[in-house]
Structures are given as C-alpha cells and as structure tokens.
C-alpha cells in the first residue's frame, strides 16, 4: 500500500505566509512527480506546483513569484511554501504522488487534502 498524507493548512490573513508539506511512504520504488493541486468550491481542481524527479518545477500562472514547491527525494516529501496568500487562494490542497510501485507498475495517488483558508 501507499499512503499520501499532508499537514500543514490553515487560516491566514492576506499577505500572509503558509507551509504545506507531505510525504508518501509504503510500497514505492521511486517516485516521479510530486506535486500540488488545489480545488476551490464550485470549480475544477487545478496544477498549482509540479516538481519532476529531475528537479523541474512547473507553476501555475496564478502562484509564480508568490509559491515555492520543494522536494526531498531521499525522504519522498515535497513542501508548499506560500507567500503573499491572497483571498483567491483559499481551497483544499491536495498532494498527489506519481510513482513507481516495489510491485513494479505506475500508479498515482492523492492525500486527503488540507484547507487553506486566506481571509480579506
């Protein structure tokens, strides 16, 4: 089994600054992609940061300049650090984990998910 599990999250004031982070574990080979999404109510669930195993990072629009992702491959985590929160940014975060199972197959899997809460 894999478990994906993040922390972090919260409620914070606009211009404000919140860390996420999360770490997968179980049976995993190696891992490709870690990276975040995030989903706000009433709309589709959106890339905010991508890290790669070779270390190429990929942002959205909406988050550069204001988000770093960053990944620790020997642990097999992957942190958020979010700076400048805007109230646009309010959702639940997920961390989703592209990898290579022991078993030997790909798969992808998601944390539960942590809300970020940016009031005005």
């Known amino acids: 089994q894999v478990q994906v599990v993040e922390s972090g999250g919260g409620l914070v004031q606009a211009g404000g600054s919140l860390r996420l982070s999360c770490a997968a574990s179980?049976?995993?080979?190696?891992?490709?992609?870690m990276g975040w999404y995030r989903q706000a109510p009433e709309k589709q669930r959106e890339l905010v940061a991508l890290?790669?195993?070779?270390?190429?990072?990929t942002y959205a629009d909406s988050v550069k300049g204001r988000f770093a992702i960053s990944r620790d491959n020997a642990k097999n985590t992957v942190s958020l650090q979010m700076n400048s929160l805007k109230p646009e940014d309010t959702a639940v975060y997920y961390c989703?984990?592209?990898?290579?199972?022991?078993?030997?197959?790909?798969?992808?899997?998601w944390g539960q998910g942590t809300q970020v809460t940016v009031s005005s």
């Open positions: 890290s790669s195993s070779t270390g190429i990072t």
């Open positions: 179980g049976s995993i080979r190696s891992i490709y992609a």
């Open positions: 989703k984990a592209d990898l290579m199972r022991i078993a030997g197959y790909r798969s992808s899997y």
